[in-house]
Each structure stands twice: as structure tokens, then as C-alpha cells.
């Protein structure tokens, strides 16, 4: 078990941020796990034919089932959504003597090279040793590759369930302060006085120090929390909520009663619509153009079936209750 010591500045410090990198580091620790029959099944099965130009022996020996993460794997966010090429640039600039000493860690970690295949990943480990600057580009331009076959064409979808989730922490931050927020964030972690408990494999203790924490939802973290303590950036990252409905599809409405009365493209926003969206999530998910999109929207607001939401910059489309009930209320038989 993991003890993180609050101190009274810390809890004025307790922000959010999703992060692309966060999410291919935790999917690659997820088809480590080869879980594919679990959560992430429909995942596994669109990706399992797809990986062939990717390293992935590299990239499963830097990402093991448990175990140790190097740290620079997974830089901090640069504001509350980062984008997959500031990740990378972060990992690319990297203090070598930092990509050596954590791969070496890494490479000496008991529990993280448990397993087949120890010899080989011991193999490729001395080669990214050999030269960390050449090793930061592989890894780079591997983490690149996949990202494209193995998280792109969803990123919506997860973009989508993180911002959801982003927006219920907050709210529950705000109404009832941290000890809801740490009660409701896992089953493994919880708030005792000025503690926060995370369950790991291992024991640890480590004061935060006025640092604040940062909290990162991740829709690949399931089942486990990951837990950084080192400067300058305390993180927990955690499973966001929703995830239940990740890989769920929408219905299909071309065929339904709603489709007719109200067309096949608003229907289908609609159905795509089980988690709040923003127009550029929406457009890039039903294959339309903004303007298309946007029009549609506003005939589906204008009518309350749809309302809107601000998070940040965005503005986030979701059901309202009616058009809950005209997504999934069943047409009835005629006798």
C-alpha cells in the first residue's frame, strides 16, 4: 500500500488533465495483460490484426503487464488536455543520463520482467542502453505508429468518456470537497485524515509536500492505479468513469422509427451520443462537415432533445431526457 501525506496546500493543489500519452502508455500495459476477453475485448479484437508494422516487442518490453513504468514514458500534460505531439516532444527531450538511469531500472525491476521472454527483453534493453539517444527516437517513432493503428481511429470516443469524466470529478470537487472526490475516484484508493491509501503491490509512504496532486483519468488504467511520487509533479491516473459503455455501439437507427420522422443523420447523432461529444468529435465519428453537423444540432436543440455544456473551450452536445427516450424506447407492436 502507497501513503500520499497531504499537507494543507495540497489540497488547494488537486488538479485534473488527460493526456494521448497517458492513454497509449495504459493500452500497451492492457494488451500486455492479453485480457481479451474482458473490458477492452471489442479493443482487442479491432487491434490484434492491425499491429504488424508496430515494434511491438519493444514496445511491450518498455510497457510490462505490471510492474515499474519509466517515468519519462509519461511526461505531465502541458494544461488540462494535452496532445499526443507535445507528449512526444516531451518524451524526445528527455535528459539522457534520466532515459538511462529508468531504463536501467526497468531492466533490474524483479517484478516488472517476470515472465516469458526475460532474456530477449534483457537483450534489448542493453541496446537502448547503449545509446539513449537513439533509443528515444525508436521509442518515439514506435509510440507514433501505434498510436495511429491502435488509438487514433477511437480517440473520440475516449476523448469523449475522459471529458465526462473530467466533468463529474470536478462537480463532485466543488459540492462536497476532496473526500468525496477520493471516495467515489476507486475502489483502491480512499482518504484517511490526511492520507490518501492507494492498494499496490508495494509498500510506500511519501509526503506531497505542498505539490498538489495531479489526477489523470485514463479509459485504459482499469483495473489499476498508477502512482508517481517523484518531483516535480505528484500524479495518480486513474480509470475514468463510463467505461462500462466504452466499446458499446450505437444502434443502429437507419431502419427505426425515429430515423423516419426525424431523418438518419439526425438519428444518428443521436444514437452516437451516449457520451457528451463536441462537434469535432461528432463530425469526426459520423463522417460529416461542420457546417452539416452544426445545423443538425441546433434543429435538435431547438427542439430539447439535445442540450449543451461548456468544458473549457469546447461545447460538449448530450441527450436531454427526451432524446434518451427516443434512443431507446423500443417501437411498439402492431397487432
Known amino acids: 500500500m502507497i501513503e500520499l501525506e497531504f499537507a494543507p496546500a495540497d489540497y ?3 488538479h485534473f488533465a488527460f493526456s494521448p500519452i497517458a492513454e497509449l502508455v495504459t493500452s500497451l500495459r492492457t494488451f500486455s495483460l492479453g485480457r481479451r476477453n474482458g473490458l477492452h475485448g471489442p ?5 490484434d490484426s492491425r499491429l504488424g508494422g508496430v515494434d511491438m516487442e519493444l514496445l511491450t518490453a518498455l510497457v510490462r503487464p505490471i510492474g ?34 529508468e531504463l536501467a531500472h526497468l ?13 530477449g527483453r534483457a537483450a534489448l534493453m542493453r541496446e537502448l542502453l547503449a545509446d539513449p539517444s537513439r533509443a528515444v527516437k525508436r521509442i518515439t517513432t514506435e509510440f507514433a505508429a501505434y498510436w495511429q493503428v491502435a488509438l487514433a481511429p477511437h480517440w473520440p470516443r475516449i476523448h469523449a468518456v475522459l471529458q465526462a469524466d473530467l466533468a463529474h470529478r470536478l462537480e463532485e470537487l466543488a459540492s462536497a470537497g ?44 482499469w483495473p489499476d492505479v ?23 455501439s450505437a444502434p ?6 425515429l430515423a423516419a420522422v426525424v431523418g438518419r443523420t439526425r438519428a444518428a447523432i443521436l444514437a452516437a451520443l451516449e457520451l457528451p461529444m463536441s462537434t469535432t468529435q461528432l463530425a469526426t465519428q ?19 432533445i439535445l442540450t449543451t455544456r461548456r468544458d473549457g473551450r469546447s461545447v460538449l452536445y448530450r441527450r436531454t431526457c427526451l432524446g434518451d427516450q427516443l434512443v431507446h424506447t423500443q417501437a411498439p407492436d402492431i397487432p
Open 252 to 257: 443502429d437507427m437507419k431502419s427505426v422509427p
Open 43 to 47: 479493443w482487442f479484437r479491432y487491434v
Open 107 to 119: 531492466a533490474g525491476h524483479r517484478t516488472a520482467q517476470q515472465g516469458p521472454g526475460r532474456q
Open 68 to 101: 515499474y513504468v519509466p517515468d519519462f514514458l509519461l511526461p505531465d500534460p502541458q494544461g488540462r488536455t494535452g496532445s499526443l505531439a507535445a507528449g512526444l516532444e516531451q518524451i524526445a527531450r528527455t535528459d539522457f543520463a534520466v532515459v538511462s538511469a
Open 178 to 221: 476532496a473526500a468525496r472526490l477520493f471516495a467515489t475516484l476507486h475502489p483502491s484508493v480512499a482518504l484517511r485524515g490526511e492520507r490518501l491509501t492507494i492498494v499496490k503491490y508495494y509498500d510506500g509512504r511519501a509526503p506531497l509536500r505542498g505539490r498538489g496532486l495531479l489526477l489523470v483519468p485514463c479509459v485504459f488504467a
Open 12 to 14: 488547494l493543489r488537486i
Open 286 to 304: 459520423l463522417a460529416l462537415s461542420a457546417p452539416t453537423l452544426n445545423a443538425h444540432l441546433k434543429a435538435l436543440q431547438a427542439a430539447s
Open 226 to 248: 498508477l502512482v508517481r511520487t517523484a518531483d516535480p509533479q505528484p500524479r495518480l491516473t486513474y480509470s475514468s468513469r463510463g467505461l462500462g459503455r466504452m466499446w458499446e
